[in-house]
């Protein structure tokens, strides 16, 4: 061999790779100093800052946006707490639907708050809440990082203004639902599989499954299935087998501390809605239409570019595949699984939302790619631009975002502010009777009933569905299986108040219809509160569902939510 041969080929092994210029591993050694190896990604004080404030404000003042948040949540661990509150046939021992073991989880925040605060139970609730931001706020944390540790700051930096604005997880972030839980697991586990911690990531999504939504399984899968390849299998196996394995015994053993016998609530839950069991759709259906409609009010055009994030793969590949490929799957899955289901709620895609959110940020991040010339080192003036539309598209999301945001708060905050009213009238006196009519559904709960109120009953307004009971202590408790309580969605006899002259207070929705409200007798009840509240029906869907200065309220219609007392005999 020559020596001339010797020093070529010494220097062409010694000769950095070849690249284009424009892939992020050329891009990165441009941006880091001299000396320095690898760029340190976005440390954790920023994202967590930033969501820790965010998920603040939406613990103070989110909406309760579904009455099963109230009736099988709050309810239950208001009773845990204070041996009172309504109970839902879901927690009659007969069914045993729901998990005592999600509950306790809450209850020890819940606990020692009711102990500290007393009387003020209103404080307990939001305690809980800020309990719920605190979660949300690490698990999506730990997202960014991950993202900006793999794919860079500005990715990631776009991940995170979306978490903390689009709609959807300001109100999904701080919910007292399973789902919401899920959604918390879906995002760790997540993050996890992106730090190539595959045992932990599975053990996250078996959390997720058992202690949140057992239906969420599908959205795991793929982080799943990865992990187990990618990882030591038996180790990443192991240690979501034994977590499944320990949750559902705990599971187990706080429904018979609760139920009074052996059952399962997680398979009594899988049991009813999958294999026969029960009738889901007799609480509602929607089209297929539903998720998509509901998926652009809470995210905007957000949730349209995350719907195209396959189509944007083919460009960047070298990016995003597979592991994003992996991560933002579970949209496609859960979108194609929920629609084809009759009964549709709003709260079932919470568990995909922060997916969502990176899906969007990833396909504004990769746009310029359309335009990159792989075979010239210049870009061109379209990808330039192309370029300079990224943070204006990020930033029209962000403030379509605020828009629904401010939108649902003001015009849909009302109910829970009248409750809060409450405790400014003792002079109601001892023993007084709270009545609801038509407006049960925005029940907040009995965290917002203060002590002076020894009831709270329902009045018939002509709804014909089973409505919840007060716990029966006599009964059991959380063991009692009273003989009111049915599967079917039927009414109980007993479900309404036959004298409503026993009603002390009541609150009702007056929306100014033709027909009197019970609060239009001015010579019966006197008004100690009203407050507006949007008129869904005879507002225009755009002006509703977003805020649009100087148009919202003159376009939009309300009535008005109130607090009435009944006037003493004499005044009658």
Known sequence: MSLSSARQRRATAASPPTDDGYSKEAKDRRRRPSGEEEEEGIRWFLPFLALGLLRHMSASSNLIHDCDEVFNYWEPLHFLLYRSGFQTWEYSSNFALRS?????????????????????????????????????????????????RKYGKRLACYVLAMLCLTSGCFFA???????????????????????????????????????????????????????????????????????????????????????????????????????????????????????????FNNFNFAFILALLFLGFVPFAKKKYVPDLLIVVSPVYIWLAFMSLQ????????????????????????????????????????FEKI???????????????SHSRTFSMLNGYGAPIQIYQHLEHHEDTGPGSVLCVGSEWHRYPSSFFIPSYISEVWWIDDGFRGLLPFPFNETLGGTTAAPSYFNDKNKASDEQYLKDIGACSLLVELDLRRPYPSR???????????????LDRELSPALYRSFFIPHRWQQNNVFGLYKLLRRLPTDQA
């Open 100 to 148: 005592y073991l999600y509950l306790f989880i809450h209850a020890l925040v819940a606990g020692p708050a009711s102990m500290i605060f007393g009387e003020h139970k209103v404080r307990v609730f939001y305690s809980v809440r800020i309990f719920l931001g605190l979660i949300s706020t690490i698990t999506e944390t730990v997202l960014v990082v991950a993202l900006s």
């Open 173 to 295: 972030s701080t919910s007292f639902l399973p789902s919401s839980f899920s959604m918390y697991a879906v995002t760790l586990s997540s993050a996890l599989f992106l730090l190539e911690n595959y045992a932990a990531a599975v053990s996250v999504a078996a959390a997720g499954v058992i202690l949140g939504w057992p239906f969420s399984i599908l959205v795991f899968l793929p982080v799943t299935v990865y992990s187990l390849i990618r990882g030591s299998f038996r180790r990443v196996f192991l240690s979501g087998f034994l977590t499944s394995m320990f949750l559902l015994v705990l599971s187990v053993i706080a429904d018979y501390y609760c139920y009074g016998k052996w059952t399962a609530s997680v398979f009594n839950l899988l049991k009813y809605n999958v294999f026969g069991g029960g009738e889901s759709h007799l609480y509602g259906t929607e089209g297929p239409s539903f998720y998509f409609k509901n998926g």
């Open 342 to 381: 009759a009964h549709k709620e709003e709260r079932f895609l919470y568990p995909i939302y922060p997916l969502i959110c990176v899906a969007a940020a990833a396909v504004i991040d990769t746009f310029p790619d359309f335009f990159h010339d792989k075979y010239s080192s210049e870009q061109s003036i």
């Open 386 to 400: 192309a370029k300079g539309l990224r943070p204006l598209i990020l930033g029209f999301i962000l403030c379509a």
């Open 519 to 533: 609060g239009s007798d001015l010579s019966t009840w006197e008004t100690l509160a009203a407050l507006p509240f």
